[in-house]
């Protein structure tokens, strides 16, 4: 647990970079901090392990003061990751991950081996150990950071807008994985970032800095959507915040109308029996492929005739997901899937409202 | 102090030469570098056998290159020519890679805008590349010009008069003054080469000057 | 040209107390205790400055001074001041060194200070962030990456301090300067260019060892003079592993 006791950062010249920040964030959960250019929230992790000293207040991590340990044992035995990964370029990839052990008098061969174990589990392949890090790709090369602040088995780790750097592509990627990773290990993460949509994904606990280092509000990320404290937290949280707060909901209560299909190569008569305007293609798995027009279809079906445009939501997800399915798909029925993909029917739009609207309504989240 | 109050004469003299024998060879070299820069630019495969060929030049001693002149330009061994040739060979050694780095470090996108407008490789060298590439030659400029004001010292072992023939002169008569005023002489003028340079380089980079925060003025 | 080759294949010329052997061996150890002690002073002190980032305005101007003050006046000034209180060859040879040095501090010191300097400020923050404290941060990391242009920075100051030691000579001591000068005093064309050809050999000899010991020395990850094989399973594993 890390705990921020009316921290506060003041420079000789005046400027309040933090001004009495008081935060706890808990064992095993993310923690993030988030906001504009100049609120603090870099100065407050960095604070953590004194790489910046607080000015004022205490700062304590499983109720021992910072203050008062050797600031170089306290670094080792936190991980911290940072935007440009900070590699060291004179060292190949597994001695960068095994930096912390040998500091911690590990020997050769052990670190190595953590160095290789810990490769794997951030999903690069072995044979990289050797290379050095202008070798990698950016996303590589922070996968790499995460592995090295990993390496002690710290409980504690620092991570200032780690994903920053990279394309938004690789971003969500490294995102994903990062989720996966934290739910194995169970780490006390403090994050940092300017981006409140990667805030609200990653976070278990979201706080809003303001400029000055003030909380403006510290909630979870579905609160934080559904409900900002005030305008500048209303404001920073952004546009869409109610259709991105239903990524929070777990689908309503809905009863799927079960949908006929048909599949690949059928002939025009039996694509036309339905008479309805849209009909969904499904593989011999049952698994849905797209939407075809029957009104269209003049030879048996093949794949080029599909409309690609709709989403699918698995049964039992986010009201977000179920909500685009139904307003992607061509026929404006929703298409609904088990966790193996296999159909279970559609919804119609006019279902998946009132069921949003009856969970909204009963206050539920 | 005396001593330099009687000679104010020829120390002024031997100043001018002196600036003369480094100053001219310096713009030569430059003369002379840009082409091959650009040359090293346009043609990748030159970038190395040209570097590394000047650069060679730079390991022959100043003293040995002052003596091989005469037998290489039919010159007497007296002859200032011999001094000009030699500084602007060392000039060459220093500046032909500055200018040859100083143009590949024009961005890509500057450059390819500027084919994309329709520019021709020579007037884009001259209106976009050079004028971008002018803070990084001028540093080369800079470290030439104070190489060229020390090494043509070393020409009054052979006697052709600069700022050297004091050293020479004080140490044949034993006498500390000459060689005192000539260290103080060359300094100060390495130091002007240095401020016009400098001058120079404002003058021809004026968005340089708005205060960007780079430290540019070390 | 035949003159000089003549004159370089003379058998005769290589052996003895004023063979060229014994001029090559003069001039070496001449450049290497300048280079060693210059080393030892400025390498410590650009370390110090690049390390702190203290006295970086003193270490410029210092270098940038020491580079206008010419060998020769130097040379003959510090023999007539430093000359008359030693003895013997001393009071020649350790004015000779002192220019040496100074000539050679400047490369070596600003090489050393840049080194430090252009240590990627993440890889710095990242050391310090995983608890290296400064030595450790110093000697680990910023000395590694440091180390391309330090030795970029001994190489020139080896090369100029070579081609200058020839001014050994015109003080009356030995290396390869001898045949310039000597040559220069009697005309013998062939001896000169003899010797000037003997000392840019030399000169290009000591920095293609410099050069290599640098590629034994610096790290690949710094020179990016990694395996081409490497290269090309990097290129084909980029786009399936990112």
Redesign the interface.
């Known amino acids: 647990m890390i705990r921020f006791d009316s921290v506060t950062k003041e420079y000789p010249d005046g400027t309040v970079a933090v001004g009495g920040l008081d935060l706890t964030a808990p064992d095993g959960k993310i923690t993030v901090l988030v906001g504009p250019s100049g609120c603090g929230k870099t100065t407050s992790l960095r604070m953590v392990n004194r790489m910046i000293e607080p000015t004022g207040g205490r700062i304590l991590v499983d109720d021992k003061d910072t203050a008062k340990m050797d600031a170089a044992e306290l670094r080792r035995g936190m991980g911290y990751v940072i935007q440009q990964a900070g590699l060291f370029p004179h060292r190949t990839v597994a001695d960068n991950i095994a930096t912390v052990p040998r500091l911690l008098g590990w020997d050769r061969r052990k670190s190595r081996s953590r160095s290789l174990e810990l490769l794997e589990r951030v999903g690069l392949p072995g044979e990289y150990a050797d290379r050095y890090p202008h070798q990698l790709s950016g996303g590589q090369q922070q996968r790499v950071g995460v592995a090295r602040a990993l390496a002690a088995d710290p409980p504690v780790m620092l991570m200032d807008e780690p994903f920053s750097a990279v394309d938004p592509v690789v971003r969500e990627q490294l995102q994903d994985e990062f989720l996966r990773l934290q739910s194995d290990l169970g780490k006390t993460i403090l994050f940092v970032t300017h981006d409140i949509d990667e805030a609200v994904k990653l976070g278990d606990q979201v706080a809003v800095l303001r400029v000055g280092g003030q909380i403006a509000q510290v909630a979870d990320p579905a609160t934080l959507l559904g409900d900002p404290h005030d305008d500048f937290v209303a404001d920073f949280v952004g546009r869409d915040r109610g259709y991105r707060g239903l990524g929070f909901r777990t689908a309503p209560v809905l009863e799927p109308s079960p949908e006929p299909t048909v599949r690949l190569g059928a002939g025009v008569d039996e694509v036309r029996r339905s008479g309805d305007q849209w009909l969904l293609v499904a593989d011999d798995d049952n698994r849905p492929l797209g939407w075809v027009e029957p009104s269209r279809i003049t030879a048996p079906l093949v794949t080029e005739d599909l409309h690609r445009g709709g989403t699918v939501a698995v049964l039992g997800g986010s009201s977000r997901a179920v909500l685009d399915a139904a307003l992607s798909a061509p026929s404006r029925r929703g298409v609904l899937v088990d966790d193996d993909g296999r159909l279970v029917g559609t919804v119609t739009l006019a279902e998946v409202a009132a069921a949003i609207e009856q969970a909204v309504g009963r206050g539920k989240r | 102090m005396d001593w330099v109050l009687g000679h104010l004469d020829d120390i002024g003299s031997y100043t001018v030469q002196h600036a003369w024998l480094a100053g001219v060879p310096l713009v030569l070299g430059l003369l002379i570098a840009v082409p091959l820069g650009w040359l090293s630019r346009q043609y990748n495969w030159l970038y190395t056998p040209l570097v590394v060929g000047t650069g ?1 030049l ?8 002052f ?2 002149m005469p ?1 290489l330009l039919g010159t007497t061994i007296l002859d200032p020519l011999n001094v000009v040739v030699a500084m602007t060979i060392y000039t060459l050694a220093l500046l032909v890679r500055t200018v040859a780095d100083a143009l590949r470090s024009v961005p890509d996108s500057v450059t390819a805008s500027a084919t994309a407008m329709g520019l021709r490789p020579l007037r884009r060298l001259f209106t976009v590349e050079l004028p971008l590439a002018v803070p990084v030659i001028s540093a080369g400029m800079r ?1 030439a010009a ?2 060229n ?3 043509v ?2 020409a ?3 006697g052709v008069p600069q ?2 023939s ?3 002169d ?2 044949q008569r ?1 006498f ?1 003054d000459p ?2 005023s ?2 103080v002489a ?2 100060v003028l ?2 002007l080469f ?1 401020l016009v340079i400098v001058a120079a380089t404002r003058l021809l980079t004026p968005w340089l000057r708005t205060g960007a925060p780079t430290g540019r003025a ?1 | 040209m035949n003159a000089v080759l003549t004159w370089l294949t003379d058998g005769a010329h290589w052996q003895g107390y004023d063979g060229i052997l014994q001029r090559t061996w003069e001039h070496v150890w001449y450049s290497a205790i300048a280079l060693a002690i210059a080393a030892a002073l400025a390498i410590p002190l650009g370390l110090w400055v690049g390390h702190t980032g203290r006295a970086r305005f003193l270490a410029v101007n210092l270098t940038g001074a020491l580079r206008a003050v010419p060998s020769l006046g130097l040379l003959f000034a510090s023999i007539m001041v430093l000359g008359s209180r030693l003895d013997g060859e001393l009071a020649t040879l350790v004015p000779t060194e002192l220019v040496l040095v100074v000539l050679a501090v400047p490369p070596i010191l600003a090489g050393a200070y840049a080194g430090v300097e252009q240590v990627d400020a993440a890889a710095r923050d990242a050391a310090r962030g995983m608890g290296m404290r400064g030595s450790e941060v110093l000697f680990k990391v910023e000395l590694p990456c440091a180390l391309p242009l330090i030795s970029s920075g001994l190489r020139s100051a080896a090369l100029q301090v070579v081609a200058t030691a020839t001014l050994a000579a015109a003080v009356g001591l030995g290396g390869l300067g001898r045949f310039l000068l000597d040559g220069l005093a009697v005309r013998d064309y062939a001896q000169m260019a003899g010797g000037a050809i003997l000392v840019a050999a030399l000169a290009l000899l000591i920095d293609l060892v410099a050069s290599t010991l640098q590629r034994v020395v610096v790290s690949p990850g710094l020179t990016g003079k990694t395996d081409r094989r490497d290269n090309a399973l990097r290129r084909l594993k980029t786009t399936a592993a990112s």
């Open positions: 060679l730079y390991t022959i001693p100043s003293l040995a290159l003596i091989l037998l470290v104070v190489s004001v020390s090494i010292s070393v009054a072992l052979i700022l050297g004091l050293f020479t004080g140490f034993d500390l060689i005192v000539g260290l060359c300094v390495a130091l240095d070390a």
